[in-house]
């Protein structure tokens, strides 16, 4: 790469998208580096049918890792909890920076909280994680899929199709969206999916400059806690679509993984957490997954398929 010549960032470009990329071109404009970004259109931009089973797995994600590909661009921007956690020799995940907040918010069009939403109050999410952990406190709830961008799918609650959704605070405090939020919604009452609020910056594999370059970007806790959530993740086989939920956190050198199995109806909730060293987020998220197989979890990600 010549020295003058800008890193390119390829992104989406929902407004989420072009915010975090616009924040990594800042971050990296501070190193001294030029950017631009190339946006580009992918299918889970374009495609509003409800996401099912395999077909869903790296829908926002694999046109902007094309662009690596074919060099159109030399880093791709993620949210890390849209990245499959299936490895591809092709990347390297060379940065990731630290984590905005991690929950998950209620918007009620009404201003309720959970506890007291109406009986059957129809709630808006295309998660089977948030499904299932709703259902599992709220049996009486209907949960209906939704899809869109941060934008749109409150422009649904508010043309009253739904009486409340339930959305990642770091997409709402990035977007300065914040005020709509009803009710911060508890790691007891909604434990988020892995990789929630995490960026994953990454570069083509063959790469050394960008690669090193976006090093500078990468928080060291950070990577330890979403490692043991992606892990925990792949070892049970389940993808962004599965009901799991994990949440790493790290005082001093341990490390402490949560996770949750659900049964899609929120009937059966399998529950672990286990401490380990920060050094070891594999060995964590191996130990902490197989707890859960032993407890039963296989046949609730596979109804879930
Ligand atoms: N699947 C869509 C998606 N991917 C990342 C975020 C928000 C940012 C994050 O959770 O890191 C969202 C929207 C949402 O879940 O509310």
């Known amino acids: 790469m010549h020295d003058s010549a800008p890193i390119r960032l390829a992104t989406r470009r929902s407004p989420l998208a072009l915010w975090q990329a616009n924040w990594v071109a800042d971050q990296l404009l501070q190193q001294g580096h030029r950017t631009e970004l190339v946006l580009l259109?992918?299918?889970?931009d374009t495609d509003q049918a409800p996401i099912d089973g395999t077909r869903g797995v790296g829908f926002f994600t694999k046109r902007i890792q094309q662009?690596?590909?074919?060099?159109?661009a030399?880093?791709?921007?993620h949210s890390l909890k849209d990245l499959p956690t299936d490895p591809?020799?092709?990347?390297?995940?060379?940065?990731i920076p630290p984590r905005a907040a991690v929950g998950d918010c209620l918007i009620s069009g009404s201003d309720h909280t959970l506890a007291d939403l109406p009986n059957g109050s129809v709630i808006g999410t295309g998660s089977r994680r948030r499904a299932a952990q709703l259902?599992?406190?709220?049996s009486d709830l209907q949960v209906r899929p939704i899809r869109g961008n941060?934008?749109?799918?409150?422009?649904?609650?508010?043309s009253g199709e739904f009486d409340a959704i339930i959305l990642a605070e770091a997409g709402l405090s990035r977007l300065e969206m914040t005020q709509h939020v009803t009710e911060r919604l508890t790691l007891e009452q909604m434990l988020?999916?892995?990789?929630?609020g995490a960026l994953g910056i990454e570069t083509r594999a063959d790469n050394p400059i960008v690669t090193s370059v976006l090093a500078s970007l990468d928080d060291?806790?950070?990577?330890?806690?979403?490692?043991?959530?992606?892990t925990l993740l792949s070892h049970l086989s389940g993808g962004c679509l599965a009901p799991i939920a994990a949440l790493a956190t790290v005082a001093g050198d341990q490390l402490t993984l949560r996770a949750l199995v659900l049964s899609t109806d929120g009937k059966t909730r399998l529950e672990h957490s286990a401490i380990g060293a920060i050094d070891q987020p594999n060995e964590l998220a191996v130990e902490v997954g197989n707890q859960l197989l032993s407890q039963g979890a296989e046949p609730l990600i596979k109804e879930a398929r």
């Open 74 to 77: 030399d880093v791709a921007v």
């Open 150 to 158: 941060v934008q749109s799918r409150l422009e649904k609650l508010a």
């Open 41 to 44: 259109t992918s299918r889970g």
């Open 135 to 138: 259902l599992h406190m709220r």
């Open 67 to 72: 662009a690596l590909v074919e060099g159109e």
């Open 220 to 230: 060291r806790e950070t990577r330890a806690c979403v490692t043991a959530e992606r």
């Open 192 to 196: 988020p999916a892995p990789g929630q």
């Open 88 to 95: 591809d020799e092709r990347f390297a995940l060379a940065a």
